[in-house]
Structures are given as C-alpha cells and as structure tokens.
C-alpha cells in the first residue's frame, strides 16, 4: 500500500495596515511576524522527519514567501500552481468585514443575495473543483512521500469540508484554518482517509489581526 500526505499550508500573516480585504491584489507581502511563521513551519516540518518532496505556493506573494523556507529546507524547487490561489472576490481591497457597517450599503446589496453560492465572488464549487485538481497532481507527483501546498484561507477550509463531505456554506468566523495552520490529508493507494488539523505557530497568533477568507 502506497501512502501519501498532502498537507495544505495557509500563508502567514501579512503586512496589511489599511485593514482592507486584500484578496487577489499584487504586494501584499508578509509582514515581519509572517516571516517568522514561515521559518517555523520549515523547522517544524524537518525536525518532525516529515518526507516532503513536492513543495507548491499559490502565484500571489505572501503563498510565495510563506512556502520558499521550506523549499529551502527540503532543497527542492518551488513550483507555483494558479489553483492554489486566493478567491475571486467583489469587495477586493475594500474594507468590509462583519460589524463594520457594509451590509447596510445598498452599493453592496447585489453582491450579498446569495450567500450559498456565494454571489459576492468565485462560486464555492468552483474553488473546490479548481482545488481538488491541485491537490491530486501534487499527490502523483509526491506519490509515497508528502507535498506541501501553500494557498489561502478560504480555498482551504472549503476543501477540507469537501472531504469531510459537509455542506460548504459556513459562518466564515467558524474556519478551522488559522495562520500557517496544516490541513493535511492522508491518502492510501490514492484514496483518500483522512486529515490531520495543526497549528505549528499558536504561540504568535496573540493579537494578530485576521480577516475572513485572507
């Protein structure tokens, strides 16, 4: 029996002062603590002997950053695979977030008619499709080691209830997908068996400020 671990790795924590929901937007980088969370996930993964050879980030920056200490680690070459990348979002580089006075907008009403599906961005199916697909070419090629995938909050937690089998519609404030937090999912002979949930940096997320689907 073949086994194989796809651990999928959220980014950490970015440099972003305005506060706003930075979606797909170019520059954001981490900031000084992200760094930080970056060099721990390395460490953590060789002192634990895990087998990684197969390290991918999303295209945008803080999923670069984030993953290139443990190509580093591992010595092996990041690959970048556009899947992994952020949600597509309509209140991209607007501050909005729960409590802040967004939804009583109307500017913003035809973007929130539908929170199933949801109407203010990528459908969540299709993260989930687009998803899948990444994490099944990472298991092939990383087929009997381990693979680590660095994307983003949202794209993570649907995937995780995709193979869970729960309903992706969810109160964004109940993901389980902290910073540089580890969903990784176990596969024997290709079939899927289970996932682990980590957080190898709970220690640095005192006061760090999170917006959902970062």
């Avoid at 990684?52 to 200490?69: D, F, G, H, N, Y």
Wanted: proline share 6%.
């Amino acid at each position: 029996m073949v086994s194989t671990t796809v651990h999928l790795l959220r980014h950490g924590e970015v440099h972003n002062p305005e506060g706003v929901l930075y979606g797909r937007l170019p520059g954001y980088r981490l900031s000084d603590r992200g760094q930080e969370m970056a060099a721990r996930v390395a460490k953590h993964l060789s002192t634990r002997g895990r087998d990684v050879t197969v390290v991918i980030a999303s295209p945008l920056q803080r999923a670069q950053e984030t993953a290139t200490p443990i190509a580093r680690e591992f010595a092996l070459e990041l690959g970048t695979d556009d899947r992994l990348i952020e949600a597509d979002n309509h209140f991209e580089g607007k501050r909005f977030g729960v409590g802040d006075g967004a939804l009583s907008r109307p500017a913003h009403w035809p973007y929130l008619w539908n929170p199933f599906r949801p109407s203010w961005g990528e459908p969540y199916t299709e993260q989930v499709l687009r998803m899948r697909g990444a994490i099944e070419t990472a298991r092939q090629a990383a087929e009997g080691h381990e693979a680590v995938l660095v994307s983003h909050q949202l794209p993570v937690w649907l995937t995780r209830c995709s193979f869970e089998g729960r309903r992706l519609w969810h109160n964004p404030r109940n993901r389980q997908c902290n910073l540089a937090s580890l969903t990784s999912l176990r596969f024997e002979d290709g079939r899927f068996t289970g996932l682990h949930y980590s957080e190898p940096v709970a220690d640095l997320y005192d006061g760090v400020q999170q917006l959902p689907g970062a």
